[in-house]
């Protein structure tokens, strides 16, 4: 395979679950509150082909479950009772990027029957949906907490390097203390301290900003690295005899050398804050209910008997798992692209 | 008997004679005869020896009965100690235990209790009404911060104790105090002969650490300390002096030892005792149940599933009438909906109780509209009404309020506010913490915008008991009696668990100023018909007002070996080890088990 085809396999894959993400509320067949209270630990839907008659269809169908009264998360299929899956289908509203308002959906069926590709968790919640929802927050919170962690460290990075002494000196042991103190307690402490009543979007943004401050110090200290080597290579040397200010310097000569570094850390970076997100939701200190993300879905699974029963709730651990492998097989192809121009 | 009169009379004379019977006892061996009173159990007659293995939660605190406050060292205590009056855990009715007889003068003040003859502590040393003195002097000494205390003070002034012979003493209470036997239960009469030292220096209430020697500890109660390993298990052996017998007159219990492993958590425990590494599990929730039930015919043990408990899980507001000084305007504005009977009407009427006991038990639970649930069947009103969910009641009831909807279906009030508040539930408890996530889900439909945070347990408590700082949150409480007594604290307007309003100095509503009057009341009316009816109108007056929303009551879930006998689970606390000394194996031999 050449380079070229090594990137560009990972980078569509990411970038597709990214698309959709975006997009949650078209693909995701429900929303991610509703309750189907009749319906806790539904197992995955099965799609038929044949009807009861055995005659074949193109289009698939899924029949109603009815619980069995005396046994809990054990359903029987009733196949007298089918629904064709529908695609383009009209369904609960719901809001594009809090932009515009939509009822389409990619597909379903129509009521009251019920599509659970993933099955249904232990309120009923379409498990699809959530991960579909969930996905919004956990890839954006990656995404935007590396841009926060690489804009800072760039920054600090960039100017320790570059002017070196005691700014450097300054800089360098904000980095030691920012890696010495003890992360997950400081955050415990914190959301003690904050108020009871925290709406979604603020405890999201409250994430991002507590991950990516945190980040900072490592791709900080490479970069630093990079600056030191760069700001004596010959053609910075004789850009400041001409008298480039240090702004231009640094602007036209010593980030620029960065890129590649930069580039490669964003792809290890993001699939770590993905699972930094995942930690703090599984612990409580992310989004709470009912808003789901990867993280808060996970932690359904600390229970014994949810972890033994019903496998489908593994699904945001095996979605993490995926997305972060292509995450580091995008690094690593970038890596050696880097060296590649390198030499 | 003739050493009795030594005793009282010098001190130093009823040692020695004490140490001679001592010596005695030993020469002759304890097995050599049943004591004068033995009580014969009804049981099934079993066999002697094995060792049962048991799981706690968490390690005891202490092995002293006048300082333990937690599950773990309660569960423990009560195998090694006994008390003067029993409660039966299986008919919820009283039952003589160390005292044989009891009189009580027509005033009901006055209680004379007899006691058994011929009882020995688990060292041998003879047990008679300076035991029950002192202990109750031990409860009732303010310095030692018994637990026990507030209950033995009854209408403000302590009970007083006074031996009248070495079989006889008399409980003198300062007014009528209503099934005042069930006071004694759980009371554990202590040696005096091993703590009286101790307690004359201060130092009772640091006595018997999990550190003492087994040598060091003793009581009337089926075993007795043997060993104990830190972060690991206790062990408890038979005790050979207990003092009760089988039918066949083979004195009890029938196990040589039992064994409370200790483990960090719930699914530890479920992984233990499927492992076949404990022989019963107790109080396990309807998740675990289920996993177990999966597997209940391929193994070596059967689940049984005792119906409703006396845990009620509810939903209050924070009604409190002084709020933190620094509450924001919304927080005033909350409480003036809160207060608002009709609010808290349309709340429950807008919960969906069956469903809460589908999903969050499994269908193993019950739900509820009142505290006492039905698994008390002394004292439940079975008349207070069971209203079914209706959204259209719910939205009339806020709509005669005053409250209206806006267009997007968000309840607003008379002044336009959007109603919202926060339920605060404990983390560790993913039940209630489930129920808050429904009913966020069931209030939408009202168009009230619920928040739900999940805290660490003891942040919930400070919040609701010290600084008052929630709008509403979900606690279960349970355990304890079935007497109406025992939930005085939390009904009466003074009480320490009047959660919803605590430390009002005079009951600021007139319907608590009615439960409070029957409450007093029925504490002091000996009748029991009289009580149930008075009980009847307490319970009809919170169903009507609603101060605490009550939601749903699991089922007691516990689960045994197959081979062990005479296994009787009870509603009561401690659901399964409470007829410890009858328990035994059918076909495992004494040494059976590494």
């Known amino acids: 395979m050449t380079a070229r085809k090594q990137i560009a396999l990972p980078l569509i894959f990411v970038a597709g679950v990214h698309v959709i993400a975006l997009f949650a509320g078209f693909f995701a067949p429900y929303n991610y509150a509703q309750q189907n209270r009749d319906l806790p630990y539904a197992p995955p839907s099965p799609l038929h082909l044949y009807d009861v008659q055995g005659v074949f269809h193109w289009r698939p ?101 570059y002017y070196g002494g005691w700014c450097d000196a300054v800089i360098m042991r904000c980095i030691e203390l920012f890696l010495a103190l003890p992360w997950l307690y400081l955050l415990f402490a914190l959301r003690a301290f904050l108020p009871l009543h925290i709406s979604p979007s603020r405890a999201f943004l409250l994430l991002i900003l507590v991950i990516g401050i945190v980040g900072w110090a490592r791709p900080a200290r490479l970069i630093r690295g990079v600056a030191l080597s760069e700001k004596e290579r010959g053609y910075v040397l004789a850009a400041k005899m001409f008298g480039a200010s240090h702004f231009y310097l640094m602007r036209r000569h010593v980030l620029p050398s960065t890129y590649n570094v ?82 | 008997m003739a050493y009795a009169e030594i005793i009282t009379r010098s001190r130093t004379l009823a040692i020695t004679v004490a140490a001679g019977l001592c010596l005695f006892g030993t020469a002759a061996g304890p097995a050599s005869g049943l004591p004068e009173d033995v009580v014969t159990s009804s049981g099934e007659v079993g066999h002697p020896g094995g060792r049962l293995s048991v799981a706690l939660r968490s390690e005891p605190k202490t092995l002293n ?92 002034k302590p009970i007083t104790v006074t031996k009248i ?19 004694f239960d759980s009371v554990a009469i202590l040696p005096r002969h091993l703590l009286e030292a101790a307690y004359r220096s201060g130092k009772l209430s640091q006595s018997w650490g999990l550190e003492t020697s087994a040598q060091q500890v003793a009581g009337l109660g089926p075993f007795r300390l043997k060993e104990y390993v830190a972060g690991q298990r206790m062990t408890l052996e038979r005790n050979p002096y207990y003092w009760k017998a089988d039918r066949d007159g083979r004195r009890l219990p029938y196990l040589d030892q039992i064994t409370f492993i200790f483990v960090p958590n719930a699914d530890a425990e479920v992984i233990r ?40 899980n509810f939903l209050f507001f924070n009604l409190n009438s002084t709020l933190p000084a620094q509450s924001s305007a919304l927080a005033r504005k909350q409480a003036t909906w809160f207060r608002q009977l009709k609010f808290r009407q349309a709340v429950s009427l807008a919960i969906d109780r069956e469903a809460i006991t589908r999903i969050v038990y499994r269908g193993r639970g019950t739900p509820l509209w009142s505290p006492v649930t039905p698994g008390n069947n002394l004292w439940v009103n079975a008349s207070v009404p069971h209203p079914a969910r209706s959204v259209p009641n719910a939205k009339t009831l806020l709509q005669s309020a005053g409250f209206s909807w806006k267009q997007d279906g968000t309840l607003v009030d008379a002044a336009a506010v959007p109603v919202e508040f926060t339920i605060i539930s404990s983390a560790s408890n993913a039940q209630r913490s489930k129920m808050a ?55 009466a307007s003074t009480g320490n668990d009047h959660v919803w309003d605590l430390g009002e100095a005079r009951p600021s509503t007139s319907w608590e100023a009615e439960i409070d009057q029957l409450m007093e009341k029925q504490l002091s009316t000996l009748k029991p018909e009289d009580r149930k009816q008075m009980y009847d109108r307490v319970q009809a007056i919170l169903a009507e007002e609603l101060p605490i929303i009550c939601l749903a009551s699991p089922n007691i879930l516990v689960g045994a070996r197959t081979e062990l006998g005479n296994f009787k689970p009870a509603t009561l606390d401690p659901h399964t080890l409470w007829n410890s000394p009858e328990l035994f194996f059918y076909h495992r031999e004494a040494s059976g088990r590494p």
């Open chain 2, 165 to 183: 012979d070495p079989y006889s003493v008399l409980f003198e209470l300062s007014r009528p105090y209503a099934a005042a036997e069930r006071l």
């Open chain 1, 262 to 343: 930069l580039v490669t850390q964003a792809a290890l970076l993001i699939p770590q804050y993905i699972l930094a997100e995942m930690t703090l939701s599984f612990l409580g200190l992310g989004v709470a209910e009912p808003v789901p993300t990867w993280g808060n879905m996970l932690s359904a699974v600390q229970q014994y008997d949810v972890l033994t029963s019903y496998w489908w709730m593994w699904a945001p651990g095996c979605a993490v798992i995926l997305v972060c492998l292509s995450y580091w097989y995008l690094a690593s192809a970038l890596q050696a692209r880097a060296e590649v121009i390198g030499h």
């Open chain 1, 61 to 161: 169908s899924v029949c109603r479950l009815a619980a069995r009264p005396e046994k809990f998360g054990v359903y029987e299929e009733d196949r007298n009772n089918c629904f064709p899956v529908r695609l383009f289908i009209r369904g609960p509203q719901y809001t594009v990027l809090g932009l515009f308002q939509s009822d389409w959906h990619l597909f379903g069926v129509s009521p009251p029957a019920r599509i659970f590709l993933l099955g249904s968790d232990g309120y009923g919640r379409d498990q699809l949906s959530r991960l579909l929802y969930g996905s919004l927050l956990s890839l954006f919170a990656g995404l935007l907490a590396t841009g926060l962690t690489l804009n800072l460290g760039a920054l600090l990075g960039t100017v320790a390097g």
């Open chain 2, 273 to 312: 005792f499927k492992a076949g590494e404990t022989d019963m599990i107790n109080r396990v929730n309807a998740e675990d149940y289920s996993t177990l039930e999966r597997d209940q015919g391929a193994q070596s043990f059967r689940l049984w599933d005792l119906g409703p408990s006396l845990e009620f």
């Open chain 2, 65 to 156: 009965p006048a300082t333990s406050v937690d599950v773990s060292s309660r569960e423990v205590i009560a195998q090694l100690n006994a008390d003067l009056v029993h409660i039966n855990r299986q008919s919820q009715l009283i039952e003589p235990a160390l005292a044989k007889s009891w009189k009580v003068s027509p005033d009901g003040l006055r209680y004379t209790l007899q006691l058994r003859h011929g009882l020995r502590f688990s060292d041998g040393q003879p047990f008679d009404a300076d035991d029950v003195v002192f202990s109750f002097k031990a409860y009732l000494d303010e310095n030692v911060h018994s637990p026990q205390r507030d209950l033995l003070v009854v209408g403000s």
């Open chain 2, 437 to 491: 996530t429904m009913i966020q889900a069931d209030l939408k439909d009202l168009g009230i915008q619920v928040d739900v945070v999940s805290m660490e347990f003891h942040s919930v408590l400070d919040r609701i008991f010290q600084t008052h700082d929630y709008e509403a949150a979900i606690l279960g409480l349970g355990g304890g009696d079935v007497d109406p007594n025992s939930d005085m604290n939390v009904w």
